[in-house]
């Protein structure tokens, strides 16, 4: 399968990874848009959010935890924000599940 995230998955392309586990994977971000950009991603290929199902939702829940802890690890107190961009309206460039966790700066809201 010709998906950029599953061949980081594998090892196949370079990643600064920051984290690794049986079930997901969290490096950084090639295009960082704050201090702290960290993409969290399953290692099984599920194509976005909206593929999510009773089966394979468990790998959201994982992710989330994997994020808090990244974000003491980075020492985000002040706060941060996690993204998930589904399909073309909401800007989604890499049809493998992502989560953006972001931090380091102040937010706007909403996003453009
Ligand atoms: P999205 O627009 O939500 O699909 O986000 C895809 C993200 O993947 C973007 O922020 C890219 O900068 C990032 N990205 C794409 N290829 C790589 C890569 N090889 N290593 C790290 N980040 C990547
Ligand atoms: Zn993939």
Known sequence: ?????CKIVSGEIPSKKVYEDDLCV???????QAPVHILIIPKEHIESAAKINSENSGIVAHIFEVAAK???ENHLDAGWRIVCNVGADGG???LHLHFHLLGGRSMKWPPG
């Open 1 to 5: 399968m010709d998906c950029v995230f």
């Open 26 to 32: 969290a490096f950084c971000d090639l295009d960082p």
């Open 70 to 72: 990244l974000a003491v």
């Open 92 to 94: 989604q460039t890499v």
